[in-house]
Each structure stands twice: as C-alpha cells, then as structure tokens.
C-alpha cells in the first residue's frame, strides 16, 4: 500500500506571493492533519479535515487554510506568504479521526523556502 | 494547553550501548496518549512507540522502551543496544483522547550514534 504522498517536495516563492500544497493519505484513510515544522517553532498543528470537513485548527493565521476534496486528498494554501512562512509543511492521514487510538502516519513533507 | 518538553537537545552515545531520552508534559486531562517518534534525517516520521495514559504497564517495542509516570507526567524513552540506523530526531508526543488527531510535539532530541 503506498504511503502518504506530499507534493511539491520542494517549492521557493517570494513573500506576498500565495503557495498550494497537496497531499495524498494513504488509500481508505479519511483523516488528513498539517503541521509546520520549523527550527524555532518546531512541530505545530495546524489544521484536521476528515470527511472533506475542518475539524480542529491550530493558532495560525487566517492567511492558512485548507480543505480537503471527497477522496481524501487535501491541499493547504498559504496567501500573502512572509519569511516566517519557510518550513516544512507535513501532512499526516489515518484512518478515521474521533476518539480512540488511530495512529497517523506521515509523509514526506514539502520544503517551503519564501525569499 | 497542553505542553510537551523535552530538555535534552543533543545526545550522543557509541553504538551498542543504552540511551534514555527525557520527556515531560503538561495536562489536565486524564485519558490521553504519548508517543515517541523518529525523523531520521530527510526521512519521513515514524512511530517508534506510544502508550496509553490508562495503562499502567510501559510500554516496549523491541529495542525501545518507555519509562511512564504518569503521576510525574514523565515519559522517557530508552533506546537498549544503540545501532547506527538510530540516529534521527526523536519527538516526545501527546495526544488528547478527545481531540482527533491534533497531536502536540515537544522540540526534539536529536540523537547521534557513534561507530
């Protein structure tokens, strides 16, 4: 079964331009999370889609946003990017979201470099 | 909120021997799960463990094992009979019963076997 795939895998804009990351869980997994993961921040949440519905969200701007299309594929967008924006962008699936255990698994990360 | 720390940015130990990576958190909650996770370097998260706040019994996979004190709020990771492909960031984790899959990391312990 291929694992989660994240694309592009790397991607440099410039600040004030707008950047859509994709991400595919793994097949019959519902559930699609994003994390940001810096060296100053490190690893944040920050947003939950399952069933093309936003469940929870992180403390980011307005300026981050997702959705998630009915085959569990999930893009982020991230508009008017800054410097801050530069990391790697993570996206996790599992297979149901809720209570109880459901282990996320992990792709591969986009590098977002904003110049 | 809930918060995550580990204290150790950098180990390093000599292949064969036992590590143990120092975690912390912070809940009011009661049912909960930790996780430790791996990210070799440019590689993808892994789970490497994870215990139930209800459980008693440590958790153990393998090589690793975890130390859980849950009246502490403690949760070590001790890696026994170190091998090269060990080295990687390791994540201390913690998740809500509750709250789906919004996982909180702390920032990492970044562990070098040595030959």
């Known amino acids: 079964k291929a694992g989660v795939t994240q694309t592009p895998r790397y991607l440099i804009k410039t600040r004030g331009q707008q950047v859509t990351l994709s991400c595919s869980p793994i097949s019959g997994h519902r559930s699609v999370s994003w994390y940001q993961q810096t060296p100053g921040q490190g690893l944040q949440f920050l947003f939950e889609?399952?069933?093309?519905?936003?469940?929870n969200k992180g403390n980011f701007p307005g300026r981050f946003s997702g959705r998630q299309f009915s085959n569990s594929r999930s893009e982020m967008n991230v508009s008017t990017l800054e410097l801050g924006d530069s990391a790697l962008y993570l996206c996790a699936s599992s297979l149901a979201a809720g209570q109880g255990y459901n282990e996320q698994f992990f792709g591969p990360g986009t590098r977002l470099t904003v110049l | 909120a809930q918060t995550v720390t580990q204290s150790q940015p950098e180990m390093s130990v000599q292949e064969a021997e036992t590590v143990t990576l120092s975690c912390t958190y912070d809940?009011?909650?009661?049912?909960?799960?930790l996780f430790w996770y791996k990210q070799p370097p440019s590689r993808q998260m892994i789970l490497v463990i994870r215990q139930e706040a209800y459980k008693q019994q440590n958790a153990t996979e393998n090589r690793f094992s975890v130390n859980f004190q849950k009246a502490a709020k403690s949760f070590s990771l001790k890696i026994s009979d170190s091998q090269l492909g060990d080295t990687a960031m390791y994540f201390c984790?913690?998740?809500?019963?509750?709250?789906?899959?919004?996982?909180?990391f702390g920032s990492g312990t970044r562990l070098s076997i040595r030959p």
């Open positions: 984790a913690f998740r809500d019963y509750s709250s789906a899959s919004k996982i909180i």
């Open positions: 809940t009011s909650e009661n049912n909960y799960y």
């Open positions: 889609y399952f069933s093309e519905t936003q469940r």
